[in-house]
Structures are given as structure tokens and as C-alpha cells.
């Protein structure tokens, strides 16, 4: 488990942190830099969005492997989310619409085998999924 | 851990933008300011040198989206050289590389300005 303040200097550590416990895991590359990508992702989105920036909060990351699979839980105290109502991103449409926002959850979709959000004792819950046979 | 170095060269009507280390949520704005003064000065053909660059998350991607559109609007474009499989691979899962130029090298990619209808391309 590692907890991180709400604060984006500590992404990098938290990419690095996650880089380790893939390769820990078994995965080669380019998997590991995208799983640490997906993670920070999910950790921007909890410091900028369910925090709204607020930088004296906490962000835990809960890692387990799972032997046929290696799930990362992204864990906030901060407002509801729900990252679902993201419309999806159609890119020449997000061109012409100059719009930056909303690619995070687009790469990690495209990236893990799972994602999930969940609301639980006022807590919301990132649940990132790899699967080891190559599935995604 | 500074994260993000960005420096800039003119060369000719091209403007090269080097970003040096990551970009990510807490260094984006770094990169931003270096993409938005050239715009300001006018300057709407960009290569953007990517051999220094270890990777790039959605907010340095975005940044790239927030601005490609009144480039090209311009007559410019803004256009990509020298990125590690990392970043490349990044670039290929959001499809980016259907939308950008992406070139090998620098000079590559300052060529392809020189290319006769393709300036804006």
C-alpha cells in the first residue's frame, strides 16, 4: 500500500512505485510504463477532480497480484466521481472542440483489461485490472 | 524532482520546442507556456523534439489538443520528432498518431515544412 498526499509532485513517485510492482509482477515491456501510466491517471484524477485540487488530502494505492492477474486500487475520500459520464473521446470531434479534458480515462480503458469506479463509505474507488495472458 | 526543463529554438519561420524529463499533471503548464508563447509571437509552425522526453501522460497530451486545432487553423502545424518507444506507445494507444505527424528525427520534421503544399499539412 503506498499513500501520497493530494499533491501532483508526488506522481512521479507514484509512476515509479508502480513501474516496480509490474515488473515485480512478471510483466514485460512496454507493460509496465503503461500500467504506472494508467495509475497516474487515476491519481490525477483523484487529486484534480474529486479533490478539486485541495493539496492536504491523501490518495492510497492498494497493489496486489493476483497470480493470473495484477489489480491496483486508487483510493479518495474526496466528491463523488463518476468517470463513466465522461462522454467518450472521438478525436477528430475533440480537435475541433479544442477540448484537453478526458483523456486520462480513455488511456487507462485502452490500457488495462478493467476499469471500474465504485462508492463506498464515502470513499471512491479505482479499480485498475491487468490480466498476465496478455489479453489487452 | 523538477520533472520538466523546456527550452526553445527559432529556426528560420520554424519554432522548436525541446522538452526535457516528463509531462504529467504537475509539470503541463511548463510545456503550455512554451507552446502558447509561440502562438502569441505568431509563429504556427512547431516541431516539438521528443528524444528528451521519458514520457507523456493525458494532461501533456491534451495540451497538444488544446492548441493543434487554431495551428492548422493558421496555416501552421504542430509536428512531433524523436519519441521513445514509450512515448510512441502512448501516442499509438489514443490513436495520436493518426492525427499528428510524427517524424524520426528533427531534421525530418523540419524538412516536412519545406515540402511544397505541405506547410500546413
Known amino acids: ?136 | 524532482m523538477n520533472g520538466l526543463t523546456v527550452e526553445t529554438r527559432q529556426l528560420d519561420d520554424v519554432t522548436l520546442i525541446y522538452p526535457q524529463g516528463f509531462i504529467n499533471a504537475h509539470t503541463v503548464r511548463v510545456f503550455e507556456a512554451e507552446i502558447q508563447k509561440a502562438i502569441e509571437q505568431n509563429r504556427f509552425k512547431v516541431v516539438v523534439n521528443c528524444s528528451g522526453l521519458s514520457y507523456i501522460a493525458s494532461a501533456g497530451l491534451g495540451a497538444i489538443m488544446g492548441v493543434i486545432d487554431e495551428i492548422r487553423r493558421q496555416g501552421g502545424d504542430l509536428r512531433l520528432a524523436g519519441l521513445n518507444d514509450t512515448v510512441r506507445n502512448i501516442f499509438e494507444i489514443l490513436g495520436f498518431h493518426h492525427l499528428y505527424r510524427i517524424f524520426p528525427t528533427e531534421l525530418d520534421a523540419l524538412r516536412s515544412f519545406g515540402e511544397p503544399g505541405k506547410a500546413g499539412a
Open chain 1, 1 to 136: 500500500m503506498l499513500t501520497v498526499p493530494s499533491q501532483t509532485t508526488f506522481l512521479a513517485a507514484v509512476r515509479e512505485v508502480t513501474k516496480k510492482m509490474a515488473e515485480g509482477a512478471g510483466f514485460k515491456s512496454p507493460t509496465p510504463d503503461q500500467l504506472a501510466l494508467a495509475v497516474d491517471e487515476a491519481t490525477t484524477n483523484a487529486i484534480e477532480h474529486a479533490y478539486g485540487g485541495a493539496s492536504d488530502k491523501q490518495v492510497v494505492l492498494q497493489f496486489e497480484d493476483r497470480g493470473t492477474d495484477f489489480r491496483v486500487e486508487v483510493i479518495d475520500t474526496g466528491a463523488m466521481m463518476d468517470p463513466r459520464s465522461v462522454p467518450r473521446v472521438d478525436l477528430p470531434r475533440y480537435v475541433s472542440e479544442r477540448r484537453k479534458g478526458g483523456l486520462g480515462v480513455h488511456l487507462m480503458e485502452n490500457i488495462m483489461d478493467q476499469v471500474t469506479f465504485r462508492r463506498t463509505a464515502r470513499r471512491n474507488v479505482c479499480l485498475l485490472v491487468k490480466r498476465k495472458d496478455g489479453a489487452k
